[in-house]
């Protein structure tokens, strides 16, 4: 090459020669110049403690750094070190006309920022968020391109949940039938969901960005006041306060009791509060009925317990009459009518004597037996197997009732099993005339103590 030059320049006259050597020493001076701004702007890219990776303007890598040769993969880096790498080789094809129009832009504005889908050598991919700065060449117009990257995918899925947690809030808050609403700091209105718009009855165009004063009664909101303003003074993330009774106001002045809980909450630098609030009207309606009704069935209770003092005092009376009564009843027949039977025993003949003593069993346990006693004895059986049972309570033998009601052994049987089934009387192996007597002695005793209870009372 030099050779040539040399041959060249021999071909020239001394002025032309002079001028043009001079020319070629100034090239030189600015290759090496280049050449030396290029490796210092290399060794600075690699000892930066972030991916960096240089290109050209025509965006084929120049050089970069380990971090970013690490980021990218093994693949791209054997590829970069060979050379030739594009870096639009490395992106999305979704994110390839901001690529192509950097040449443009850089031109108008040194430093660009950017978010790229970018392709790691085995083919996985992660979004990038590159800074460009340009760094001019000797004739002080831009040459390369310093990208300095960084990753960040969890960044965008943290960015993308919170995008969906909010579609999932707002769809919610939509859905629900109580009022939901954030405000900033100053109480200005941010969201409005459909149930404010049924509370309150104002659409979202005619309230947001008004204060939330206008929503609640003035009375009540100096009250609560001071509950608000510690809210947004506390220095905690989240504080709340939950359950607050107050004065709604709808559109047109109208004030109804509605419950409000609040949250505030702090994002970055600044404050919001989200509340929740409901229109209590209906509650506390059927809060005044129960309190009324509770009264009304106070004063009915008061009134069912004077009635009940008076009908105790009524079946008093009544329980009196019907002991003086049984008593006057057994008198009676006790000197009247037994003496009868007493004397007709006497002139009767056997069948005949056996019939009275029925009689007599009969009236005994009519004027003789406890109300409660009698009523549980007879009150399951018929009057024909009451006569039965008088009979057996005597001793006698189903025979010998058969003969006396002029029945068939089988019938008295028959009679006696059913009477054995109503009493209650499953074991064979008790006696039915011996329970029926045991009874009878139960009684009497009952009777006599009953009548020494009365006597000691009189």
């Known amino acids: 090459m030099q050779v040539l030059i040399e041959k060249a320049l021999d071909r020239l006259d001394p002025e032309e020669r002079t001028a043009l050597e001079q020319r070629l020493a100034a090239v030189e001076v600015l290759e090496k110049e280049l050449g030396d701004r290029r490796y210092r702007l290399e060794t600075l890219i690699r000892h930066l403690p972030e991916p960096v990776v240089l290109t050209d303007l025509r965006g084929i890598i120049v050089a970069a750094n380990e971090h970013a040769l690490s980021l990218l993969g093994r693949t791209?880096?054997?590829?970069?070190?060979?050379?030739?790498?594009?870096?639009?080789?490395?992106i999305s094809s979704e994110d390839l006309s901001f690529?192509?129009?950097?040449?443009?832009?850089?031109?108008?504005?040194?430093?660009?920022?950017?978010?790229?889908?970018?392709?790691?050598?085995?083919?996985t991919c992660f979004t990038a968020e590159l800074n460009l700065e340009s760094v001019k060449g000797l004739d002080d117009r831009p040459e390369f391109l310093v990208r300095v990257l960084r990753d960040v995918t969890e960044k965008t899925w943290v960015r993308e949940k919170l995008h969906q947690l909010e579609t999932s809030y707002e769809a919610i808050a939509q859905l629900s039938n109580s009022a939901i609403?954030?405000?900033?700091?100053?109480?200005?209105?941010?969201?409005?969901?459909?149930?404010?718009?049924?509370?309150?009855?104002?659409?979202?165009?005619?309230?947001?960005?008004?204060?939330?004063?206008?929503?609640?009664?003035?009375?009540?909101?100096?009250?609560?006041?001071?509950?608000?303003?510690?809210?947004?003074?506390?220095?905690?993330?989240?504080?709340?306060?939950?359950?607050?009774?107050?004065?709604?106001?709808?559109?047109?002045?109208?004030?109804?009791?509605?419950?409000?809980?609040?949250?505030?909450?702090?994002?970055?630098?600044?404050?919001?509060?989200?509340?929740?609030?409901?229109?209590?009207?209906?509650?506390?309606?059927?809060?005044?009925?129960?309190?009324?009704?509770?009264?009304?069935?106070?004063?009915?209770?008061?009134?069912?317990?004077?009635?009940?003092?008076?009908?105790k005092e009524i079946l008093g009376q009544i329980e009196h009459d019907r002991k003086e009564f049984t008593l006057q009843l057994s008198s009676a027949v006790?000197?009247?009518?037994?003496?009868?039977?007493?004397?007709l025993e006497v002139i009767a003949t056997s069948i005949e004597r056996d019939y009275l003593a029925v009689i007599r069993?009969?009236?005994?346990?009519?004027?003789?037996?406890?109300?409660?006693?009698?009523?549980?004895?007879?009150?399951?059986?018929?009057?024909?197997?009451?006569?039965?049972?008088?009979?057996?309570?005597?001793?006698?033998?189903?025979?010998?009732?058969?003969?006396?009601?002029?029945?068939?052994?089988g019938t008295v049987n028959v009679y006696r099993k059913r009477i054995r089934q109503k009493l209650g009387l499953t074991s064979q192996g008790e006696s039915l005339s011996r329970y029926l007597q045991r009874q009878q002695l139960q009684r009497r005793g009952q009777e006599k103590t009953s009548r020494v209870q009365e006597v000691s009372r009189k």
């Open 76 to 90: 791209v880096a054997e590829a970069i070190e060979r050379g030739g790498v594009e870096f639009s080789d490395l």
């Open 181 to 311: 609403l954030l405000a900033d700091e100053s109480g200005r209105l941010l969201s409005w969901n459909k149930g404010a718009e049924a509370v309150f009855r104002y659409l979202a165009e005619e309230i947001l960005g008004h204060p939330i004063q206008e929503l609640i009664s003035p009375r009540y909101f100096e009250v609560h006041a001071e509950r608000f303003a510690r809210l947004f003074a506390h220095g905690s993330t989240v504080e709340s306060e939950k359950d607050l009774e107050v004065e709604g106001l709808r559109k047109g002045g109208e004030e109804f009791p509605m419950e409000l809980s609040i949250v505030a909450w702090r994002s970055g630098d600044e404050r919001y509060f989200s509340a929740i609030l409901r229109d209590i009207t209906n509650y506390k309606q059927t809060q005044v009925k129960l309190i009324e009704l509770t009264e009304l069935l106070t004063m009915e209770k008061a009134a069912l317990n004077e009635k009940n003092i008076a009908l």
């Open 99 to 123: 690529e192509r129009s950097l040449p443009e832009l850089i031109r108008t504005s040194r430093h660009l920022q950017a978010e790229y889908t970018l392709r790691r050598g085995d083919g």
């Open 334 to 343: 006790r000197r009247t009518v037994l003496p009868v039977i007493d004397r």
């Open 361 to 409: 069993n009969n009236l005994l346990e009519i004027i003789d037996f406890p109300e409660d006693t009698q009523t549980t004895l007879y009150a399951v059986l018929a009057p024909r197997e009451i006569e039965v049972c008088n009979l057996v309570a005597r001793g006698m033998s189903s025979k010998e009732i058969a003969a006396l009601m002029r029945l068939s052994p």
